[in-house]
């Protein structure tokens, strides 16, 4: 009260060496009485003032950062807090070098944040050199070797390193003794974390019950660290699960989740495991309360990803959030397999999570030819391909420049779009259902891969990968089929000569199952997962030895509510412009392509049946510029040329990995973004404006492939079409025969001239006269399943 009635005083507000003491020593307060929330703005006003008074980077400057970064953190904002920690600990082992105290102190709240966000690894690199550091400074018997030490023994607790471990609480409590400060209790809580170890890592042993009593009455131990009296509990709760005492251990995981929520923040990653634990009790239990616990853990986790992933990203809270929702979603995968009940509330989950939306940006794409000028509507364009991109980069876990100018481009184009609109929004508009959207006669089979990331126990194997499918029927409730171990459908050989039997085992795991439910069923749609991308569906065969194509009307798309577009723009419209690139002049930097000249004009004639306005493009003055320029306004493009993806060999995100070349190329340099090197990727696509085309064909080798993403799709050329604004891409899985692609890409586009065919619908026909023989030199699977067709 003192502190906060001086925080009010004209001195206070007027700065100087006493209003930086005050309002430093305030934060502070207020931090280590757990007041996070109330605390943040009184640090940002004390590193304002010590700014001001003291100069950026001096010792008060990095002090005051360092004390806002631990209470953004423990509050819940912990991609914030972490990236003004790294920051805060850079600068002050740059200004105040590497045997500074302070240095010091900043080390360990940079490693302590890495450790609450799930990467003890990370912190472990630091602690360590701390802890031996801090020795030879401060001796044995000192706070800040105890606290080194106990940091360092967390770290490899979370990393499953018993002997370590162990070493390392031996190590505190040596420093708890040396402190011989008979009013602490150090030495009493180094004796639990060893009890709570050895017990930890073999929770196969029952403890006494006079042990047990002792573990569970940490929980309400004041003096001991809140992370203890957490861990402690759920320890505890382990323990009576043994027993088959499931009511007290109920309660001791409530307890536990509790004291996250109070100590911490409610929207944590520590809080999560706490609320997920309870969850898993409850199922063990058969309680009702089960599924409203696991959509309560699950919603709070997914707005917490949209509010640290989605502003501030950084790599650690990144890789915390998919490892985290993994976690999540396996259990209420294991909860919906059990009751189909919580079907419906799972399948929005994996919805959820598969696209890292929340519905938003969805109805923005419905929206957007509702509103009323081109201004508004070019506007909210932009925020659906920055917001697209944004989604894609900080997925990735790879935070840098380009990612942090998204973010700020974002916020601008989102504060820009909503000060336009105004009242100009359409209303009444609401997100529809995948099933209301369904025909009669469709299903729509969302596949899911799902797998824990984190071991229960030290001891327990890692759950194997498994795939799921989430089928959704119009007036149905989805039903949830798991569909085995992932490993059974990864791997298929399209060149092996027993490829038939492969494709009908891969039809009977992947669709078996599922046919109870297909009875009806002429339309299907298929939404891939992970790896699953890269499988060619087309050559899946039934016991009867038809292909997918001959029994339904098959439609990849790269995520569920792409359905509701399915319908929009699905032909060739007289009037439209239509871009073709081929025959493009490579200047020896690669093979030249003569027939890709051929191939385009083929093209133009069809096109030209259809009144489509033409622009084609050739020679050795066409780089990324005049296709880009080409591009733009364009309902079809048509490139045939070179395309790329290379498999990860270091650490170069997979949109450098892939792309496609333009004329006269530059391609013995690193890729970097560069529109006159005559290399077009991925990363560089993803900035283009392609919200006019209906499809995008890339007629060139590997365009369909990329590494799987966090968020479920594939990153690379398919995922930068799809962000740049393409509603549809027809892009190849592997290298065809010249002649096969040329013939197969000729009727595609005679039928949808001459048939007045649906882009699906003719690549369909196409494809089975194909399987037919009726296509010369693409007869063989290897030609026709190569094509993907992914609608967005």
């Given at each position: 009260?003192?502190?906060?009635?001086?925080?009010?005083?004209?001195?206070?507000?007027?700065?100087?060496?006493?209003?930086?003491?005050?309002?430093?020593?305030?934060?502070?307060?207020?931090?280590?009485?757990?007041?996070?929330?109330?605390?943040?703005?009184?640090?940002?006003?004390?590193?304002?003032?010590?700014?001001?008074?003291?100069?950026?980077?001096?010792?008060?400057?990095?002090?005051?950062?360092?004390?806002?970064?631990?209470?953004?953190?423990?509050?819940?904002?912990?991609?914030?807090?972490?990236?003004?920690?790294?920051?805060?600990?850079?600068?002050?082992?740059?200004?105040?070098?590497?045997?500074?105290?302070?240095?010091?102190?900043?080390?360990?709240?940079?490693?302590?944040?890495?450790?609450?966000?799930?990467?003890?690894?990370?912190?472990?690199?630091?602690?360590?050199?701390?802890?031996?550091k801090?020795?030879?400074?401060?001796?044995?018997?000192?706070?800040?070797?105890?606290?080194?030490?106990?940091?360092?023994?967390?770290?490899?607790?979370?990393?499953?390193?018993?002997?370590?471990?162990?070493?390392?609480?031996?190590?505190?409590?040596?420093?708890?003794?040396?402190?011989?400060?008979?009013?602490?209790?150090?030495?009493?809580?180094?004796?639990?974390?060893?009890?709570?170890?050895?017990?930890?890592?073999?929770?196969?042993?029952?403890?006494s019950?006079?042990?047990?009593?002792?573990?569970?009455?940490?929980?309400?131990?004041?003096?001991?660290?809140?992370?203890?009296?957490?861990?402690?509990?759920?320890?505890?709760?382990?323990?009576?699960?043994?027993?088959?005492?499931?009511?007290?251990?109920?309660?001791?995981?409530?307890?536990?989740y509790?004291r996250?929520?109070?100590?911490?923040?409610?929207?944590?990653?520590?809080?999560?495991?706490?609320l997920?634990?309870?969850?898993?009790?409850?199922?063990?239990?058969?309680?009702?309360?089960?599924?409203?616990?696991?959509?309560?853990?699950?919603?709070?986790?997914?707005?917490?990803?949209?509010?640290?992933?989605?502003?501030?990203?950084?790599?650690?809270?990144?890789?915390?959030?998919?490892?985290?929702?993994?976690?999540?979603?396996?259990?209420?995968?294991?909860?919906?397999?059990?009751?189909?009940?919580?079907?419906?509330?799972?399948?929005?989950?994996?919805?959820?999570?598969?696209?890292?939306?929340?519905?938003?940006?969805?109805?923005?794409?419905?929206?957007?030819?509702?509103?009323?000028?081109?201004?508004?509507?070019?506007?909210?364009?932009?925020?659906l391909?920055?917001?697209?991109?944004?989604?894609?980069?900080?997925?990735?876990?790879?935070?840098?420049?380009?990612?942090?100018?998204?973010?700020?481009?974002?916020?601008?184009?989102?504060?820009?779009?909503?000060?336009?609109?105004?009242?100009?929004?359409p209303?009444?508009?609401?997100?529809?259902?995948?099933?209301?959207?369904?025909?009669?006669?469709?299903?729509?089979?969302?596949?899911?891969?799902?797998?824990?990331?984190?071991?229960?126990?030290?001891?327990?194997?890692?759950?194997e990968?498994?795939?799921?499918?989430?089928?959704?029927?119009?007036?149905?409730?989805?039903?949830?089929?798991?569909?085995?171990?992932?490993?059974?459908?990864?791997?298929?050989?399209?060149?092996?000569?027993?490829?038939?039997?492969?494709?009908r085992?891969?039809?009977?795991?992947?669709?078996?199952p599922?046919?109870?439910?297909?009875?009806?069923?002429?339309?299907?749609?298929?939404?891939?997962?992970?790896?699953?991308?890269?499988?060619?569906?087309?050559?899946?065969?039934?016991?009867?030895?038809?292909?997918?194509?001959?029994?339904?009307?098959?439609?990849?798309?790269?995520?569920?509510?792409?359905?509701?577009?399915?319908?929009?723009?699905?032909?060739?419209?007289?009037?439209?412009?239509?871009?073709?690139?081929?025959?493009?002049?490579?200047a020896?930097?690669?093979?030249?392509?003569?027939?890709?000249?051929?191939?385009?004009?083929?093209?133009?004639?069809?096109?030209?049946?259809?009144?489509?306005?033409?622009?084609?493009?050739?020679?050795?003055?066409?780089?990324?510029?005049?296709?880009?320029?080409?591009a733009?306004?364009?309902?079809?493009?048509?490139?045939?040329?070179?395309?790329?993806?290379?498999?990860?060999?270091?650490?170069?995100?997979?949109?450098?990995?892939?792309?496609?070349?333009?004329?006269?190329?530059?391609?013995?340099?690193?890729?970097?973004?560069?529109?006159?090197?005559?290399?077009?990727?991925?990363?560089?696509?993803?900035?283009?404006?392609?919200?006019?085309?209906?499809?995008?064909?890339l007629?060139?080798?590997?365009?369909?492939?990329?590494d799987p993403?966090?968020?479920?799709?594939?990153?690379?050329?398919?995922?930068?079409?799809?962000?740049?604004?393409a509603?549809?891409?027809?892009?190849?899985?592997?290298?065809?025969?010249?002649?096969?692609?040329?013939?197969?890409?000729?009727?595609?586009?005679?039928?949808?001239?001459?048939d007045?065919?649906?882009?699906?619908?003719?690549?369909?026909?196409?494809?089975?006269?194909?399987?037919?023989?009726?296509?010369?030199?693409?007869?063989?699977?290897?030609?026709?399943?190569?094509?993907?067709?992914?609608?967005?």
């Amino acid at each position: 009260e003192l502190l906060a009635e001086a925080a009010e005083t004209r001195a206070a507000r007027e700065g100087g060496n006493d209003a930086a003491t005050l309002w430093f020593e305030y934060a502070r307060f207020l931090e280590r009485s757990n007041q996070y929330a109330a605390g943040i703005p009184v640090a940002r006003e004390a590193r304002k003032i010590m700014r001001a008074q003291y100069g950026a980077n001096s010792p008060q400057d990095i002090a005051g950062g360092d004390i806002l970064a631990t209470l953004l953190t423990n509050n819940g904002a912990v991609a914030s807090g972490l990236n003004l920690s790294e920051d805060i600990y850079l600068n002050a082992r740059k200004a105040l070098g590497d045997r500074e105290p302070l240095t010091w102190r900043t080390e360990n709240n940079y490693a302590e944040a890495l450790r609450m966000v799930g990467h003890p690894d990370v912190a472990a690199t630091i602690d360590e050199p701390l802890l031996r550091k801090r020795i030879a400074h401060y001796g044995i018997g000192s706070i800040q070797a105890l606290v080194s030490a106990s940091n360092l023994a967390l770290n490899h607790l979370a990393m499953g390193n018993e002997a370590e471990t162990l070493k390392a609480l031996d190590l505190q409590k040596r420093a708890a003794v040396a402190l011989a400060d008979p009013r602490s209790e150090h030495v009493a809580q180094a004796d639990v974390w060893i009890a709570y170890t050895k017990s930890f890592f073999h929770p196969d042993r029952r403890m006494s019950d006079a042990d047990l009593d002792a573990m569970a009455r940490v929980k309400d131990w004041n003096g001991a660290p809140d992370l203890l009296r957490i861990k402690a509990a759920q320890l505890a709760a382990d323990q009576c699960e043994m027993r088959g005492d499931t009511a007290r251990a109920l309660a001791l995981r409530i307890d536990a989740y509790q004291r996250a929520q109070q100590t911490i923040a409610r929207e944590h990653p520590i809080a999560f495991d706490a609320l997920l634990g309870v969850a898993m009790t409850q199922m063990k239990r058969g309680d009702k309360e089960t599924l409203a616990t696991l959509k309560d853990v699950e919603q709070q986790a997914f707005r917490w990803m949209l509010r640290e992933v989605g502003t501030a990203g950084n790599r650690y809270v990144a890789e915390t959030m998919r490892k985290l929702a993994d976690d999540i979603l396996y259990e209420f995968g294991r909860y919906a397999l059990q009751e189909p009940a919580a079907a419906q509330a799972y399948a929005d989950a994996v919805t959820r999570w598969k696209t890292m939306e929340d519905g938003e940006r969805t109805l923005l794409r419905l929206t957007v030819d509702r509103l009323p000028d081109d201004a508004t509507k070019k506007l909210a364009r932009n925020v659906l391909r920055l917001s697209g991109q944004q989604q894609e980069l900080l997925s990735s876990g790879k935070i840098d420049d380009d990612a942090r100018q998204v973010l700020d481009q974002l916020k601008t184009a989102r504060q820009a779009l909503a000060a336009r609109m105004g009242d100009k929004a359409p209303g009444n508009l609401k997100l529809p259902t995948i099933e209301d959207k369904l025909e009669r006669t469709d299903a729509l089979i969302d596949f899911f891969v799902s797998g824990r990331r984190n071991r229960i126990t030290p001891i327990a194997p890692k759950p194997e990968m498994r795939l799921q499918a989430v089928i959704h029927r119009h007036g149905k409730t989805p039903t949830l089929v798991d569909l085995g171990p992932l490993d059974g459908v990864l791997g298929a050989d399209v060149t092996s000569a027993d490829r038939a039997s492969t494709f009908r085992r891969l039809h009977g795991i992947m669709l078996g199952p599922l046919k109870p439910h297909l009875a009806d069923i002429k339309r299907l749609f298929l939404v891939p997962d992970s790896e699953l991308y890269s499988l060619p569906f087309a050559m899946l065969q039934d016991a009867d030895g038809r292909y997918l194509d001959e029994v339904y009307d098959t439609r990849i798309m790269t995520r569920a509510d792409a359905l509701f577009f399915a319908d929009r723009n699905t032909r060739l419209t007289p009037g439209n412009k239509a871009l073709l690139v081929g025959g493009l002049d490579y200047a020896g930097a690669a093979n030249q392509l003569p027939s890709t000249k051929t191939e385009i004009d083929t093209v133009a004639a069809d096109l030209k049946k259809r009144d489509l306005n033409i622009t084609s493009l050739s020679g050795d003055g066409i780089g990324e510029p005049a296709i880009r320029r080409g591009a733009e306004g364009a309902s079809l493009i048509h490139l045939a040329t070179h395309g790329f993806y290379k498999t990860a060999t270091d650490r170069t995100d997979a949109l450098w990995r892939s792309g496609l070349v333009a004329a006269r190329p530059n391609l013995g340099r690193p890729p970097q973004r560069d529109d006159d090197d005559g290399v077009l990727y991925a990363h560089e696509l993803m900035n283009w404006d392609l919200s006019s085309a209906d499809l995008v064909v890339l007629s060139a080798c590997q365009t369909a492939l990329g590494d799987p993403s966090r968020v479920g799709s594939v990153r690379g050329l398919p995922t930068a079409l799809a962000i740049a604004g393409a509603r549809r891409s027809l892009l190849t899985l592997w290298e065809v025969a010249d002649e096969g692609t040329a013939n197969f890409m000729a009727r595609l586009y005679q039928v949808l001239a001459d048939d007045d065919l649906d882009y699906a619908s003719a690549l369909r026909k196409v494809r089975i006269e194909a399987m037919h023989g009726k296509i010369k030199a693409a007869e063989d699977p290897s030609v026709w399943a190569a094509f993907v067709f992914f609608e967005s």
